[in-house]
């Protein structure tokens, strides 16, 4: 097997500089919690590849479903000749996701697919054209999702012009803006009346709890008080669960935990265990506005990442992966509080389930929106951490929030290497 070393090599003179990776070694394989790289290294997983492995890498069940599957046919493309496989992912979605209504889905392939078409089906549904986004949110690197990103480095810097008719309001930070669930939103509302007015807007699309952005999770009582006034507007509240769905944060989706039913909920990442499979599900009405042949794609709910699907789903229900998720928040959280209290370059430590992360500032130094961010010590940290063999992300507009992702099946033993060499890494920097 190539080495790491000869592998970059060659990708020098073959990969385009624009798609660049974390860690400089390259996977021979990767199972459970944990990645073998080929030069025969193993690391912790606490990336779970962005949020998609929730099951594990090559769970089992996936491994057997998507095997059975690629020997019976691999792709008709559903809008040529349907197959059950996709009919039973999109009950499952109706099952699944919260609101006890009448639900309709469509699948795609990338998050960034599915966002584009909830949007397209908000307008459509309608009659208006305006979208409302958040600060510090993600959707995607396509043109409409870029425009919905926030951040513009290294997400948009030079690929304009972007798409029209989104809005950016103020996200609920409560590390940075101190106010209220109830303030935040008041505050948010007004600038949506002021600058885009109720009756133009066709959607809002939120993050419950942001991922890329900084794994920020709003002050309680904020998600309700959007979701009500988008309501009021005759608007559609669409929930980006493509980062927090499928079990990561202790429920199947994020929205639960403030009991919200958004009218449209986008999923991806953690659907398939890591086939790439996405999709839009939402109230009937809405969805069903649009005409026949209106949505699709070549590869939307191929049979392959179907059937990852169906076999991810019943891993999760069989193995329970919400408690799973509580339980790696219980044990990680006060580790991560007890780092916190020894470290005050940590300013606070947040997140829900299995969606943790640690934001990292400036001590003493506070500005107008809080504590000042300490963007090199988080890369610092990041680095140290691969270092020592643990696979670790970082997030944030202000690149200073290290979050933490393992697969949801990671085992007690594992959990406990990782987070011992997340505080190695906090020691040596
Ligand atoms: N919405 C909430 O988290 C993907 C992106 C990583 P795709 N997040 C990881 C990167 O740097 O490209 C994401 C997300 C939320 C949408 C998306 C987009 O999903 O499957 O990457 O298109």
């Not at 798609?19 to 199972?31: E, F, G, Q």
């Not at 990338?110 to 078409?117: F, Q, R, T």
Request: with cysteine; glycine share 10%.
């Amino acid at each position: 097997m190539a080495s790491s070393a000869e592998l970059h090599q060659r990708r020098s003179a073959a990969v385009a500089r624009g798609v660049s990776s974390m860690i400089p070694s390259y996977v021979s394989t990767a199972a459970g919690g944990t990645m073998t790289d080929v030069d025969g290294r193993e690391w912790i997983d606490f990336a779970a590849g962005i949020a998609v492995t929730n099951v594990g890498n090559a769970a089992p069940k996936v491994v057997a479903a998507v095997q059975a599957q690629v020997e019976r046919f691999t792709h008709t493309c559903f809008m040529i000749a349907p197959y059950e496989q996709y009919v039973a992912v999109c009950e499952e979605l109706a099952a699944l996701t919260p609101g006890d209504f009448e639900k309709r889905s469509a699948l795609f392939s990338s998050g960034a697919e599915a966002v584009e078409n909830a949007v397209k089906i908000a307008r459509h549904a309608t009659g208006r054209q305006a979208v409302v986004v958040f600060d510090h949110a993600y959707h995607g690197r396509t043109n409409l999702t870029m425009a919905l990103t926030a951040k513009v480095m290294p997400y948009k810097q030079g690929f304009g012009p972007f798409a029209g008719e989104i809005y950016r309001v103020a996200m609920s930070y409560p590390l940075r803006d101190g106010r209220s669930g109830a303030d935040a939103a008041a505050y948010a509302i007004g600038q949506i009346e002021k600058t885009v007015g109720a009756v133009n807007v066709a959607a809002v699309l939120i993050e419950p709890i942001q991922g890329e952005g900084g794994f920020v999770v709003p002050a309680e009582g904020y998600l309700p008080a959007i979701a009500a006034w988008t309501k009021a507007a005759g608007a559609v509240f669409i929930a980006d669960e493509i980062q927090t769905g499928f079990c990561r944060t202790g429920s199947w989706f994020a929205c639960q935990h403030e009991g919200i039913e958004p009218d449209l909920i986008t999923t991806a990442k953690g659907i398939a265990g890591g086939l790439p499979l996405a999709a839009v599900t939402g109230r009937a009405e809405i969805m069903d506005s649009v005409h026949p042949g209106g949505l699709g794609g070549t590869y939307g709910g191929n049979p392959i990442a179907c059937a990852a699907a169906l076999a991810s789903i019943e891993t999760m229900r069989e193995l329970d992966l919400n408690a799973a998720a509580r339980h790696i928040e219980s044990v990680a959280m006060p580790r991560l509080e007890a780092l916190a209290a020894k470290h005050p370059s940590i300013g606070e430590v947040r997140g829900r389930g299995a969606m943790l992360a640690v934001e990292v500032v400036i001590p003493g130094e506070d500005g107008a929106a809080g504590p000042a961010p300490d963007a090199v010590r988080t890369a610092a940290v990041a680095k140290a951490a691969h270092e020592l063999g643990l696979l670790l992300l970082t997030c944030g507009t202000y690149g200073n929030v290290i979050r933490l992702l393992p697969p949801l099946i990671i085992s007690d033993d594992e959990l406990d290497r990782g987070l011992s060499l997340l505080e190695q890494a906090f020691a040596t920097v």
